[in-house]
């Protein structure tokens, strides 16, 4: 059997009861999360420009395009959806996927869901086995992948979420190869665009090709059986020969599930998960020591490879490009004492007091980056601090606030997604979305959560 057949196995056969509760524990933390990140997101330019495109479609009404007050069809809700939670690149992230796990999934779910009126319990399974897909997708094809500058989030998320879509459908075993064989063929996205409104329309269009492998292959449409393994199929294009390992991708699927294994960051700061634990040590050593920006001679963070390749924006001019600028950041925690929701407007990033500090700012690679593994996360982000007067403070960060290894508090993860819903949804709308989806696996069908977050 090869791996394509058994990762559609895999997905066929597994049942509600079959996934271990814990892992519905944390996929509904990380559900809460990615529509608190959509919600956010809807009011955006990138979310207004989106959802107007959807509603000039004028397609088929069964899925809510969260925010707007108006359904469209599946794939495009999922367009819409996708695109907006990933607008402020606050949605979560897990680091065997080298991406942003719920948010090309859930979109596709959430959409197609409503189309099928899915229950809360198919929600979930269906979340949990995508999760999985993406993620040993991930586990098998990077490094490699994500370096040669693919945007894992898009590609992989395809990938995972056509899974989840053909359990929503119920496809057999050679339904879903072909579903797989399908968004294969439409996984897209480049790490060039990171910065610019069309990162976020990745997960988007990821969603939406995800709806529609699904339900094509449901017609009878077809495709490779085999896509991962075939001489010119995904890994072997998407990584490179000899550069990907399938026995990674399948050997351990659901065993453990990834969920609770590499799990996932939900993030604190709404910017590249690379700035994160710069960010905690710069404000660690402002609550240490009452900086100001004129006492400041300059600042330099050692990282590891992965920060240096993401992070391309050293001299940013617009919101979208400080969130991918280690420099913007750390002078905007320096000069604000805080990132929030506001910290990534153009005007912000432009102001003459951050764009004097980038001077003083410089990222540098770890002297032992060459001897580590590119994933991230073996080594700890140093940040040191020069004063004018010549002292230096210095601390370093191995996990940032939300990372499994350090996670948020379920308090803390409340606010934030009721930060994120409020000027959107009213405040009894808001506590009721939060206790559907901490009940979810009692909720009959998902069109009574959609009809909330619809607004």
């Known amino acids: 059997m090869g791996a394509t057949e058994q990762l559609a196995t895999f997905v066929v056969d597994n049942a509600f009861t079959d996934v271990p509760s814990q892992v519905y524990a944390r996929a509904k933390e990380a559900i809460l999360d990615g529509l608190g990140c959509a919600l956010v997101g809807s009011p955006t330019q990138g979310g207004q420009t989106i959802t107007r495109y959807v509603r000039q479609r004028g397609e088929a009404m069964h899925a809510a395009v969260i925010g707007s007050g108006f359904k469209s069809s599946a794939p495009l809700a999922a367009l819409a959806n996708g695109t907006m939670a990933h607008a402020l690149d606050y949605d979560d992230v897990n680091w065997r996927m080298s991406g942003h796990p719920t948010v090309p999934l859930l979109p596709a779910i959430l959409a197609l869901g409503q189309e099928v009126r899915a229950s809360g319990e198919e929600v979930l399974l269906a979340y949990a086995l995508g999760f999985e897909v993406e993620s040993k997708i991930g586990l098998g094809v990077n490094p490699r992948h994500y370096d040669l500058g693919w945007h894992a989030t898009s590609t992989l998320g395809a990938l995972g979420a056509s899974m989840a879509c053909a359990k929503l459908l119920r496809l057999d075993v050679t339904q879903t190869r072909m579903a797989l064989g399908i968004a294969a063929s439409t996984a897209a996205g480049l790490r060039q665009n990171f910065g610019t409104m069309t990162k976020p329309l990745h997960p988007g269009q990821a969603a939406m090709n995800a709806v529609t492998a699904a339900q094509l292959s449901q017609l009878g449409w077809t ?117 929030g929701l506001l910290s990534f407007s153009d005007e912000k990033v432009q102001r003459p007091a951050a764009q004097q500090l980038f001077e003083r700012i410089t990222m540098r690679l770890h002297p032992e980056a060459e001897r580590q593994d590119t994933d991230g996360e073996a080594l700890p982000v140093t940040l040191t601090v020069t004063h004018k007067d010549g002292r230096t403070r210095s601390t370093q960060i191995q996990y940032p606030k939300g990372h499994p290894a350090n996670p948020l508090s379920p308090i803390a993860m409340q606010e934030k997604f009721e930060d994120c819903a409020f000027g959107v949804l009213e405040r009894p709308a808001i506590r009721q979305v939060v206790e559907l989806v901490q009940g979810l696996e009692s909720v009959a069908d998902i069109n009574t959560l959609m009809d909330v977050l619809m607004a």
Request: hydrophobic residues 40%; glycine residues 6%.
């Open 223 to 339: 495709a490779d059986v085999n896509i991962l393994e075939a001489p010119y199929g995904f890994c072997q294009l998407y990584a490179g020969a000899g550069r990907h390992d399938l026995d990674d991708i399948i050997k351990q699927l659901g065993n453990p599930y990834e969920l609770l294994t590499s799990g996932v960051a939900i993030k604190q700061y709404p910017c590249c998960a690379f700035t994160h634990r710069a960010l905690d040590a710069m404000l660690a050593l402002l609550q240490q020591d009452r900086l100001c920006a004129d006492d400041v001679a300059a600042i330099e963070c050692r990282v590891g490879r992965p920060t240096t390749q993401v992070l391309i924006h050293t001299r940013p001019r617009t919101g979208l490009e400080g969130k991918f600028s280690m420099q913007y950041c750390l002078a905007a925690a320096l000069l604000d004492k805080r990132i």
